[in-house]
């Protein structure tokens, strides 16, 4: 079939929205309407040709909601009509990665994602003969996308796909990873750097958890009345300091904080992030992806006096059991969407989204279809 698709033909270069042709879901496999996706940092990581595993061309886009279609052979859990989430973080309930309870990283279709295919090692998606690359299992920037059964969440078709599509990473992964891989408490201090989509879902998932002190970073001062209203009782921009900001933050909080979550993708900042922990105890969740060639680094003494260095994908939620409740908690008001978007746009305009996020004038735009 043909679909109107947002294209990435080379990185570094704005997507081109063509008509695509879309081949029909083989087993195991769903075709999905997408009707809403939310325009990710990380896509524009992957468009900026420093992503060791973004291939060209491609269908890029991976925050959606939608709506089943047509469903290949084999599948049972969705039909035709049910609303549902892509998720670039499968679950399969078999794998060693399911089974272990430790880690929401199902690996059943994870290596032909990385590869840009179908778990059968070919695409659904062609341009003029040529075939397109799919982009972490979802392509949630085409009108029509193919996913693998175990790939998608089904949810609550009351809910508002133009909202709930931010389940599909930003949100989720903010709040996941203060409820997952930190285990935030009442009363504790946390520090966030780096105020888009994914801070602001950690100030939200801080504040759920009774955080006493939230410090809120980030470079661009335009960020700290939204950070505020999250819930943030302070922020901090390092321009302002002469000294590094793991120092001002330390001096702050009578010694560091309990939890730090650094959500912007740079190393330097990680290492900040590791170093405003406490003494003792304090744990620094690493979110922020990192370029190819990018590495971390710390004094050891840091890690020997207690600190610990983690990290987490999707928040560490497994999305076929969990994300459906945090849907219905976006239903009830529990998780709020609204504030994430600052502007929604028509998929033609798609290329002004990823101007805004570079400009810093958004948290997200949603596109419609
Ligand atoms: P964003 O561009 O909306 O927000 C990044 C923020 O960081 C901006 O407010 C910017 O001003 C700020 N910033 C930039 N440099 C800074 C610095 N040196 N010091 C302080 N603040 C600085 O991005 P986003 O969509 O919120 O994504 C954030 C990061 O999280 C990206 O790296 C993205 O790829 C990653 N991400 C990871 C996961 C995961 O599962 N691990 C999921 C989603 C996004
Ligand atoms: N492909 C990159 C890594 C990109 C990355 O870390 N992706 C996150 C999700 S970011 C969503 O906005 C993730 O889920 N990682 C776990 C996984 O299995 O991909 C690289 O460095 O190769
Ligand atoms: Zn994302
Ligand atoms: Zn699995």
Redesign the pocket.
């Known amino acids: 079939m043909k679909s109107r698709a947002a294209v990435a033909f080379e990185a570094g270069k704005p997507l081109q929205i063509v008509e695509i042709d879309v081949a029909p879901p083989k087993a195991g496999e769903v075709l999905v309407k997408i009707t809403h996706t939310g325009v ?4 524009a ?2 468009l900026s040709g420093d ?4 291939l060209f061309p491609a269908v890029l886009g ?2 959606g909601g939608g709506v089943v279609v047509e469903v290949g052979e084999g599948v049972t859990s969705v039909k035709p009509g049910d609303h549902v989430i892509p998720l ?2 499968a679950e399969c309930g078999k794998c060693k990665f399911c089974l272990s309870g430790k880690t929401n ?1 199902c690996q059943a279709v ?1 290596a032909t994602q ?1 590869k840009g295919v179908m778990p059968d090692g070919t695409s659904r998606f062609s341009y003029n003969g040529q075939p397109l690359y799919h982009y ?1 299992g979802t392509s949630t920037f085409s009108e029509y996308t193919v996913v693998a059964e175990v790939s998608l969440a089904k949810i609550n078709p009351q809910a508002p796909l133009e909202k709930v599509c931010l389940l599909g ?2 949100v989720t ?1 903010g709040i996941g990873a203060t409820r997952n891989a930190a285990k935030v408490q009442e009363g504790d201090s946390v520090a966030v750097f780096g105020l888009g989509g994914i801070g602001l879902a950690v100030i939200q998932g801080a504040r759920q958890a009774k955080a006493g002190r939230i410090v809120a970073v980030d470079t661009n001062p335009g960020k700290f009345e939204l950070a505020m209203q999250m819930g943030a009782t302070d922020c901090v921009n390092p321009k302002d300091h002469d000294k590094p900001v793991q120092d001002v933050i330390v001096a702050m909080t009578d010694g560091g904080v309990d939890w730090s979550f650094e959500c912007i993708g740079n190393v330097e900042v990680m290492r900040s992030a590791l170093e405003c922990c406490h003494k003792g105890w304090g744990e620094s969740v690493i979110i922020g ?2 370029g ?1 060639g990018q590495e971390i680094r710390t004094r050891p003494f840091q890690l020997v006096t207690g600190r610990v260095w983690r990290g987490t ?2 928040g560490g939620v497994k999305g076929r059991t969990q994300l459906p409740g945090m849907v219905e908690q976006a239903m009830s008001g529990e998780i709020q969407l609204d504030p994430f978007i600052t502007h929604t746009l028509p998929l033609e305009r798609i290329n002004e989204a990823f101007d805004l996020m570079h400009e810093g004038k958004s948290i997200r735009t949603v596109i419609h279809f």
Do not use: K, S, W
């Not at 990710?40 to 896509?43: A, Q």
């Not at 992503?51 to 973004?54: F, H, M, R």
């Open positions: 990710c940092h990380t896509d990581f992957t992503d060791p595993e973004g991976h925050e670039y973080t990283l994870r990385g972490m990473c930003g992964t992806v990192a190819a994908a999707f």
